[in-house]
């Protein structure tokens, strides 16, 4: 039924866009029509597919990394008092910096590679990822808590058993919202200086004026970025059968 | 770890409270307060809410500290602990929860043990179900499962059949009632028919800071019929202490 939908949906946005390029007859290099855009991605699919690797690399890297980086971050803050009150501010504080002002310094650091890339895709999943869990290991059911002491459990078991089997929704929530944003992290990289990536492509062929090879180039970013999503969401509701559906 | 025999275990009672003093959230809720728990027996505490009852079996159970006075548990034995929510895991099975208390402590979980604790709570059937599948009453006899799963010679349960339905109640109390015989229980509740169905000793706890007293030792074995005329004559008369003791003003503030 959501795939029939999703169809639908997607059916419809094309059949208004081939519209508007009837209507208001636009030059090809402003904008191109649906057919156009579909003819070039097809022959050029080995080139895009190529870029593509390379962005999906990118953005699958960062959602490890990101990912690991906040959910230890999330147990140091929540386990290690001084990390708590010293570190928590900065890590707020830190979200003030738009991460997009420093994709050019990681470029000048990292060089022109997927490591600049990755580190950026990085830094966006790292935030949202740490603060859900984080809330979460502090969420903990106080009852739970009381049980585990009159049950004589060690403090390590009680959070192996129970604080962050109990944190694990929001862990996933923040995961959710890590990988929607983890594509920007990429291409914005990308797009400051790269030799690969579809940001890279989208930016070689705005200068060339090849608008259409650019929209094949955005619209496979938009469909990876979307599959990525409902992969991971189903990953996850799979993980956490046990949760209550919200 | 086992603690040594010592001349305590001679004794009748398997916890005694001196002279405690605590407080929460600056008020006072009791000082001075004594209460000896009999072994073998079903002490039931009741009194208005807020009244400090919940406190006094947390301190009990170890969770709360008292500000003053002393406690003693027979031979230092740990205590098993049932609140009012079931306390379930929704990530474990039933069967998983029964054997929390082991995996807690890094003990190796009885399987069979377990399996036959939810047997006795007649849920051998669902071992598999995650919590979030089964009733209320279910729910609640997993926690009795694995309060039993426990096996502790003191089991302390803090209005551990309030939430649920009338007819669950009751068959729960039954089967906690029988499950439970041999052993010391204090039950902390708000319904004076429930202690009178499963309370050996009541206790009224009322005032600010509030004091205890030994208001009733029904006859008879828990548990005890709902027709039984004597119970329901006690019951008024429980009835009408409890709402002096309301009226006494033993909690000003609102709940």
Redesign the interface.
């Known amino acids: 039924m959501r795939a029939l939908r999703l169809t639908v949906i997607c059916g419809l946005l094309v059949l208004v866009w081939q519209a508007v390029v009837w209507l208001a007859d636009t030059p090809h290099f402003i904008l191109p029509g649906p057919a156009r855009v579909g003819v070039t991605w097809w022959e050029h699919a080995g080139l895009i597919l190529g870029h593509a690797q390379t962005t999906l690399l990118e953005i699958a890297l960062g959602l490890v990394l990101g990912t690991l980086l906040g959910v230890v971050s999330a147990l140091v803050l929540t386990y290690v008092r001084p990390a708590r009150l010293w570190l928590l501010p900065v890590l707020v504080a830190s979200q003030a910096v738009p991460v997009f002002a420093l994709a050019p310094i990681l470029v000048l650091w990292l060089g022109y590679g997927i490591a600049s890339k990755v580190a950026m895709a990085t830094l966006i999943i790292y935030f949202p990822v740490a603060a859900n869990f984080f809330d979460g290991l502090r969420r903990t059911e106080p009852g739970w808590l009381d049980l585990a002491r009159a049950m004589g459990a060690s403090p390590w078991r009680t959070m192996w058993r129970i604080r962050v089997p109990s944190a694990l929704p929001a862990l996933a929530s923040g995961v959710r919202v890590a990988t929607a944003v983890a594509p920007i992290g990429a291409v914005v990289g990308e797009w400051v200086g790269s030799s690969a990536g579809l940001g890279f492509l989208m930016l070689h062929a705005n200068a060339r004026m090849q608008i259409d090879m650019m929209f094949a180039a955005l619209l496979t970013l938009a469909v990876f970025a979307v599959a990525i999503y409902f992969i991971i969401d189903h990953v996850l509701r799979r993980a956490l059968h046990w949760q209550p559906d919200t | 770890m086992t603690p040594p025999e010592n001349l305590q275990s001679e004794s009748d009672h398997a916890v005694r409270i001196d002279g405690a003093r605590f407080g929460f959230e600056g008020s006072l809720l009791f000082d001075g307060l004594g209460l000896e728990l009999e072994r073998g027996r079903w002490t039931c505490l009741l009194g208005p809410s807020g009244v400090g009852k919940s406190s006094l079996l ?1 301190v009990i ?3 709360e500290r008292l500000e003053a006075g002393s406690l003693s548990v027979l031979g230092g034995a ?4 049932m ?1 009012q ?1 079931d ?1 379930l ?3 474990l099975s039933a069967l998983g929860n029964v054997s ?2 082991a ?4 003990e190796r979980p009885d399987r069979e043990r377990a399996l036959a604790m939810l047997e006795l709570v007649g849920l051998g059937g669902e071992a598999d179900a ?1 919590p ?1 599948t089964l009733s209320g009453g279910m729910r609640q006899r997993v926690a009795l499962a694995r309060t039993l799963m ?1 096996d502790r010679p003191i089991v302390l349960m803090d209005e551990p059949f309030s939430a649920l339905d009338a007819i669950t109640r009751a068959r729960l109390q039954e089967l906690a009632a029988g499950l439970l015989a041999e052993r010391t229980v204090l039950l902390v509740t708000h319904d004076p028919l429930e202690a009178l169905r499963l309370g050996e000793r009541i206790y009224v706890m009322a005032g600010r800071p509030a004091s205890l007293e030994l208001a009733v030792t029904p006859d008879g074995a828990p548990p005890r019929r709902l027709g039984d005329r004597s119970l329901l004559a006690l019951h008024a008369e429980l009835l009408e202490r409890l709402t002096a003791a309301d009226d006494a003003g033993a909690d000003p503030r609102p709940h």
């Open positions: 947390r159970a170890g969770l740990s205590v098993a602990y609140a929510q306390l895991m929704p990530w929390i208390g995996r807690l402590r890094g995650l979030s426990e």
